[in-house]
């Protein structure tokens, strides 16, 4: 039997409930279609961690993570602790320190899920996009002169390399090899931002002729937020810068029924280092400890983890038994217009698996 070694941070909020849900459908996906065994090492990371120690992880932490295989992820951030803490001593230092640039973001309009938009059947919505992780305009280059006076500056800085924007549009136009359709959309903003954005579309160009058999085309930001609206079934692959993909995906999650459902995989292809897998929603302070979350963000992002480690069956088996819960609708948790607690939406999905 495979095993696999996965370091689990269940973080702040929601993040907990939704990872032990996530855990739950893995597990019994993996044990049942690829006979592979999963090994959780948890961690206890946290805002909570960082008011006890003055740090977010410990000293040797990225050491330990890099002794995994994967990494699945709740969420982190807390109104007791700024952002900048955080966020940035944890989350966007990791996608950085293990090189995770490709950030997949599915989004699929079930069966079962109302679409906020008129007329929208289901599977019409199917895109994948893929956002440049680890430079852009989130790239930690900037700072400050005269804080908190009248005569503040503050300078932030986006970084574009060309490797950087080659490797994650080669990542997005090899995904739309893979697809039906052969459709790609690359997202730009060069008429404004001639630089960075200018670099962009400049390696766009020299790598879409390595694929000739993806159709593909570039579309100014703005123009894609309006399509992701009034159009989204146009859409197959789209690949776009860091913060361009951040915003975007929101609105892909909003047009398919709700952020509950929003996966993601920040994933290292070479595999050198572990790659991590997180539900997009985010730590949801509001309702933490409610039991009333979408566990599906998270047990979806599972399945991309499982994608990843190669048990392929068993991240199939959870994606259908995800679909069939909802098609089903009988269990529905708040944000789907349901009454379903966090436990019972994964006790539907685990049974569906088994």
């Not at 895109?127 to 700072?143: D, F, S």
């Not at 739309?176 to 060069?190: E, N």
């Amino acid at each position: 039997m495979a095993g696999h070694r996965i370091a689990v941070i269940g973080g702040d909020g929601i993040g907990p409930e939704v990872i032990d849900q996530a855990i739950r459908a893995a597990e019994a996906a993996a044990k049942k279609h690829d006979r592979a065994e999963l090994s959780w090492n948890k961690l206890p990371w946290s805002t909570a961690f960082y008011k006890q120690t003055g740090r977010m992880l410990p000293a040797d932490g990225w050491d330990t993570l890099a002794e995994h295989d994967a990494i699945l992820f709740g969420a982190v951030g807390d109104p007791s602790v700024p952002d900048k803490i955080t966020v940035h001593e944890l989350l966007l230092p990791m996608r950085r320190k293990f090189d995770q640039y490709v950030n997949l973001r599915p989004a699929y309009l079930f069966a079962g899920v109302p679409c906020p938009l008129v007329g929208k059947k289901p599977g019409a919505i199917d895109m994948l996009v893929y956002r440049e992780n680890t430079e852009g305009e989130y790239a930690p280059i900037g700072g400050q002169l005269y804080p908190q006076t009248a005569d503040e500056v503050a300078i932030q800085t986006s970084v574009f390399t060309r490797r950087g924007c080659e490797r994650i549009l080669r990542a997005a136009f090899d995904a739309a090899r893979k697809r039906p359709r052969k459709l790609l959309t690359s997202i730009t903003k060069s008429n404004a931002l001639v630089y960075g954005m200018g670099l962009w579309d400049h390696a766009f160009e020299a790598v879409r002729k390595d694929y000739p058999d993806v159709k593909s085309n570039s579309l100014l930001v703005d123009a894609c937020a309006m399509d992701f609206v009034r159009k989204p079934e146009a859409f197959d692959v789209v690949v776009a810068s860091n913060l361009f993909g951040d915003i975007l995906t929101d609105l892909s999650a909003a047009v398919t029924g709700s952020i509950g459902l929003a996966s993601s995989a920040n994933v290292n292809p070479t595999k050198k280092f572990p790659s991590m897998f997180e539900p997009v929603h985010g730590s949801a302070p509001d309702i933490a400890g409610k039991g009333i979350a979408n566990p599906l963000a998270a047990v979806l992002s599972a399945a991309l983890m499982l994608d990843h480690l190669t048990l392929a069956s068993s991240a199939d088996a959870v994606r259908a038994a995800v679909a069939t819960v909802l098609a089903a609708g009988a269990v529905k948790t708040p944000d789907l217009g349901g009454t379903a607690t966090t436990t019972q939406m994964g006790d539907a999905v685990v049974a569906a698996i088994g």
